[in-house]
């Protein structure tokens, strides 16, 4: 009897579709995301896009620049992208890079400073602060800057050894003494050396074209080293800001997203009771009856993510009193994309059940994808442009204009533009599928 009891609920699992994605697909789908994200964290580190603003114009600095872009760790850029391709754009200056960083383009910006060659390195803070090099950096992402500044201290290490070896020079004359004779002659012959092999090393750097490798390891000192450097954060430096804007739009979408699959899932319920067909003998046509769910379950999702906020705000001091307008924008637009996409997957499954498991599958893996579970920089390039297929990415990217980045709402027309053609597309298709129950 057990046998065939057993028996029975596997057969009973073969046929529910849904129960079996659930069951396999979906612990796999989201183990292949995490080991994609999180593999080989202790070998390599994600590349980090960094603005090098060179304004010192010497040797040393210029070696340092080669050496920052000769590092496959890190996707350096001395000048935006020119929309003309004959026509290159001028270098970033200090004060575009830091534009650039405050509205998210970049998370860290180098500003070599000038005069800065003539002093690279410092023991024991003996470099004037003039000298310092800038590192402007979004405080929301807390990752790239360590990277950057341990990675600055190996190419500077590994680039430009014979200044620093004469920098070094100074510095032991000053401490220690002069050196003898004997021991001056063979300083400088290695020094000379030194700089031949830079030379060298300089001339074959240009000559080779092939692609550079990602290193596979960086620097183990993060914080300090021999080139003074000065942190500034450029976003929410003078505010007391946090990440609470990030989580409530993260967590927020994500649950929006269940909310507006399991209302629109009473399109199925009507359908399964007779409902349906007594409301479309009536007057009310189908592009009527789902352009009413679909306004129904845009005001839900916005009433659900008005509550979301005003909770930071009144529990988390999440910033809301001059980001009003913004978050209006942003959550109606957020809104009327699930609300869409609640609807699609309604129109798609058949019964109550199925829509279950299928939205419970889509949403979960979008979420992971989108950002709404782990931070998006925090993943590998592709992942990153694979997240910009889901509702989560551009909903979170528009709200952190808008709460972090303090952008005005001409600022969000790409997450406006994209999540309301979503809406669209999807409501479109819904009508089109919706079609099978005008004629059942």
């Not at 310092?132 to 950057?148: F, G, K, R, W």
């Not at 001056?184 to 700089?195: F, G, M, P, T, V």
Request: glycine fraction near 8%; proline fraction near 5%; charge should be neutral.
């Amino acid at each position: 009897m057990i046998s065939a009891i057993v028996r029975t609920a596997i057969t009973g699992l073969r046929r529910d579709r849904a129960s079996l994605a659930l069951s396999f697909v979906l612990p796999i789908a989201f183990f292949t995301i995490f080991a994609m994200v999180f593999s080989g964290q202790h070998d390599t580190i994600p590349q980090v896009k960094l603005i090098v603003v060179d304004q010192d114009h010497t040797p040393a600095s210029r070696k340092l620049v080669r050496g920052l872009e000769s590092d496959g760790s890190l996707a350096v850029s001395t000048r935006p992208e020119s929309k003309d391709p004959k026509t290159p754009a001028p270098d970033f200056t200090a004060s575009t890079a830091e534009a650039a960083v405050k509205a998210g383009d970049f998370p860290v910006a180098l500003i070599i400073p000038a005069g800065w060659g003539q002093h690279p390195i410092a023991f024991g803070g003996g470099n004037d602060e003039a000298s310092e090099i800038q590192l402007l950096n979004d405080q929301s992402d807390t990752i790239a800057p360590q990277i950057v500044a341990g990675l600055l201290q190996k190419a500077a290490m590994t680039s430009m050894p014979a200044s620093m070896a004469g920098e070094g020079e100074k510095y032991m004359k000053r401490y220690i003494g002069g050196l003898t004779p004997e021991q001056q002659k063979r300083w400088d012959a290695n020094l000379a050396a030194l700089e031949t092999r830079e030379t060298l090393r300089d001339q074959e750097a240009k000559s080779d074209t092939s692609p550079v490798k990602p290193s596979s390891s960086a620097s183990s000192d993060l914080g300090g080293g021999f080139i003074p450097v000065h942190t500034r954060g450029v976003v929410g430096e003078h505010k007391n800001k946090n990440m609470i804007s990030f989580y409530a739009a993260a967590i927020g979408v994500m649950f929006l997203l269940f909310t507006a699959s399991g209302s629109a899932g009473s399109l199925l319920e009507e359908q399964e009771s007779g409902t349906l067909d007594r409301v479309l003998s009536s007057r009310v046509t189908m592009t009527t009856l789902l352009a009413g769910k679909l306004t129904f379950n845009t005001l839900l999702a916005f009433a659900q993510l008005t509550v979301m906020f005003l909770w930071g705000w009144a529990v988390f001091h999440l910033e809301i009193s001059g980001h009003v307008s913004g978050f209006v924008v942003m959550g109606l637009c957020t809104a009327f994309a699930v609300a869409a996409f609640g609807i699609f997957l309604a129109s798609m499954c058949h019964t109550r059940g199925q829509l279950g498991a299928v939205s419970t599958l889509l949403i979960l893996v979008m979420s992971s994808v989108g950002g709404s579970m782990f931070p998006r920089f925090m993943m590998p390039a592709a992942m990153q442009k694979a997240g910009l297929f889901t509702i989560n990415a551009w909903a979170i990217d528009g709200f952190q204009k808008v709460f972090w980045r303090d952008l005005p709402i001409s600022e969000l027309w790409p997450q406006v533009s994209v999540l309301l053609g979503i809406g669209i597309v999807l409501f479109v298709l819904s009508r089109r599928i919706a079609r099978r129950w005008e004629y059942s």
